[in-house]
């Protein structure tokens, strides 16, 4: 075993910004809105560097895919405690197009590429709320999923699980190497301290493309249209 | 878990070679250290490294999620905010201007390779931080509130003499005690019979062997009541004919040494959970050994520091200003009158035009006078300027706040009377208003003569 985790960390819109809608209807407006890491995310590399801590794991590898910037998002993993990172250079049309199931298809062949014991993922990222990525990945290796995780611990070459489903808390039991999916209440992240994030720098992230890992990244779907919700009308007594 | 006391000589000269390249640097030189800013052609840079980013992100995150949640009810109770200092210290936060060298890892450690390091270290270490760099991070705990911060910067005005002017085993012993635990430190000068002169404190220190006795009283002391040691500044030249240059001498003081007295907690009219005392020298005895440079230097190393510890407090004014000036942005977006919010009434607009402006100046001003100071100049005249404008501005854009608040700023149930009663001590201490505009006048005219 390894002992290695991949922890996936994707860069959106930061929670807290007034999403705006472009005007030609083909997305929302990205240039410069303030971005960061999606919150599940964060709380997934929280849970990788406790393991780590806790010595149960050995080494935690920030993945992320999009354009340059993503690089920033690794580099705020790293600073939380995260040893090294990998940049998936995706842009241009490419970034716009990309979704769960070609993010699961690079991640699967990183998985392979890395010898993982374990994939963090968050349960679902805030701007496309696809919640699909960890589910496509275990299955594309075929491993087994730990979704929506509330509790993880390692027992010997097994996971102790309890996932938050609609009806109340589910316990299971799976083999390694497997896909974990953070959910809300797995961990409060901690801050990156002010030495962490100087010492990050110091870590390396390598840069590949799709191709390198055998990934086509073109994308069966496509976007109509991206409209706002109907505004609220005032209520009546 | 056990805790290892690690003492890594490897990564403190890396990191800090990482770091030199940073601290010394303007935006410009490190803009191409960066890696998604491009060099900028024209030299002058207004862009912060991506690591300066960090920083200041992680300060304005703590600031927004630790601090102002709390900061009312220990601007009520006055209590010493130690939870959220001590948390400050855990992150790094403070400390900031100690060197490198004068730290202490502290580790769990899978093994004694740097390779195997766990992250949750309780780092403590000095992290030579440039000027620019602590102010960022100055700045953004302000506007989550100016007391606590105050409290924090306080432990940087105490230290600077010792960073400037104490030996290495001074430095080792008191800054290294900092950074091992989150204590305080405090800069003793002022006493109820001088404050911006100086020269006229009357503390005396008598040399009686091989130690001095010291016998005075000094006032208006942040952290007085926390301070695990205090800077102190007493007078060893009784004839009063000798020049200040020469008749004062700089002591390190351990606060637990017999004879001192912490007076009562003063109750202030803003920044309330700052703890200000005032401190009674009975026959306090002082090693000499703990005498900064030699006899009679003290005058220069206490007003040494202040070119180091303006632009924060200049920083700590802006980031306040800020905060008002947000308050009272989003409060005039939601407040209707006559038909509209009050935004859209030009009164209100052109008042927080004005106070936008204030805002952008006094940043610039206290950026410019830290990056002077980091490129290795004096920087006595831009440490002034932004100091004497921030505070001023300060005032003026928390109460221009509570103006547009109407009847609600008055109250204490909303944020901006709190701040109109924080800022107005950024007028008085580190140099009042008055005192600075005497520096100023004295560099500019000196610049004239030349």
């Known amino acids: ?237 | 878990m056990h805790t290892d006391i690690f003492y890594i000589q490897v990564l403190r000269a890396g990191v800090r070679c990482g770091i030199r390249l940073q601290s010394s640097s303007t935006a410009t030189a490190s803009a191409t250290a960066s890696s998604s800013s491009p060099a900028p052609p024209l030299g002058f840079s207004f862009e912060l490294t991506d690591q300066q980013k960090e920083f200041q992100q992680l300060a304005r995150r703590f600031a927004r999620e630790e601090i102002i949640p709390v900061a009312p009810a220990y601007d009520k109770s006055g209590e010493y905010p130690f939870p959220i200092i001590k948390k400050a210290w855990e992150l790094g936060l403070v400390n900031g201007h100690i060197p490198q060298e004068y730290g202490v890892l502290k580790l769990d450690t899978l093994n004694t390779a740097f390779e195997n390091l766990i992250c949750s270290s309780l780092f403590s270490g000095g992290m030579g931080l440039s000027s620019f760099d602590s102010c960022l991070i100055t700045e953004e705990l302000a506007y989550g509130c100016t007391g606590m911060q105050t409290a924090m910067e306080a432990n940087s005005l105490g230290q600077m003499p010792v960073i400037i002017a104490g030996s290495d085993a001074q430095k080792k012993k008191y800054l290294g005690r900092l950074t091992e635990e989150p204590l305080m430190c405090a800069y003793c000068v002022t006493e109820p019979g001088a404050g911006s002169d100086v020269a006229g404190i009357k503390t005396r220190a008598v040399k009686m062997g091989d130690e001095y006795v010291v016998n005075g009283q000094k006032m208006w002391i942040t952290n007085g009541g926390k301070a695990n040691w205090y800077f102190l500044l007493a007078r060893t030249n009784s004839d009063p004919k000798c020049s200040a240059s020469k008749a004062f001498t700089g002591f390190i003081v351990d606060a637990d040494t017999p004879g001192i007295q912490i007076g009562r907690k003063e109750m202030n009219m803003g920044q309330r959970c700052s703890d200000t005392r005032g401190i009674t020298f009975e026959d306090v005895r002082i090693p000499k050994e703990n005498v900064l440079i030699g006899e009679g230097s003290g005058f220069k190393i206490a007003m040494g520091a202040f070119d180091m510890t303006r632009p924060p407090v200049a920083a700590g004014a802006t980031g306040l200003a800020q905060r008002a000036l947000d308050e009272a942005t989003s409060y005039a977006l939601e407040r209707k009158t006559f038909g509209k919010v009050i935004a859209e009434h030009q009164a209100v607009s052109f008042l927080l035009a004005e106070m936008a402006m204030k805002v952008e100046l006094a940043r610039m001003a206290y950026q410019r006078a830290a990056w002077e100071v980091d490129q290795g100049r004096r920087n006595t005249y831009y440490a002034s300027i932004a100091k004497a404008f921030a505070g001023d501005i300060a005032n003026q854009v928390a109460s221009d706040a509570v103006q547009i608040f109407g009847g609600n700023g008055f109250n204490s149930e909303y944020p901006v009377e709190k701040l109109m009663r924080d800022a107005k001590i950024y007028q008085i201490y580190e140099g009042t208003a008055q005192i600075q505009r005497l520096i100023i006048a004295r560099e500019h005219l000196g610049r004239a003569k030349k």
């Open chain 1, 1 to 237: 075993m390894s002992g290695r985790v991949l922890v996936g960390v994707k860069r959106v819109i930061d929670y807290a910004v007034k999403i705006r809608v472009k005007p030609d209807n083909t997305g929302v407006v990205t240039d410069g809105v303030k971005h960061s890491m999606n919150p599940f995310c964060e709380i997934a590399v929280e849970e990788a560097v406790k393991l780590k801590e806790k010595k149960l794991i050995k080494e935690v590898v920030a993945v992320s895919c999009g354009p340059q910037q993503s690089q920033e998002t690794i580099r705020t993993a790293l600073a939380m405690g995260a040893d090294r990172g990998i940049h998936v250079d995706v842009s241009g049309k490419d970034y716009e197009n990309l979704g769960p199931l070609q993010v699961s298809k690079i991640l699967a062949a990183l998985a392979k590429q890395e010898d993982a014991q374990l994939i963090l993922l968050g349960k679902q990222a805030i701007d496309d709320d696809c919640n699909q990525t960890g589910q496509m990945t275990a299955a594309l290796l075929d491993w087994p999923q730990g979704t929506f995780a509330s509790e993880v611990s390692l027992e010997g070459d097994k996971i102790n699980l309890v996932r938050e489903i609609d009806g109340g808390l589910e316990h299971i039991k799976i083999n390694t190497p497997a896909v974990i999916t953070a959910d809300l209440r797995l961990n409060t992240p901690r801050y990156a301290t002010l030495p962490n994030i100087m010492k990050a720098k110091k870590k390396k992230i390598v840069t590949v493309k799709p191709a390198d890992l055998g990934v086509d990244v073109t994308s069966r779907l496509e976007v109509l249209k991206v409209e706002e919700p109907p505004q609220r009308q005032a209520g009546r007594v």
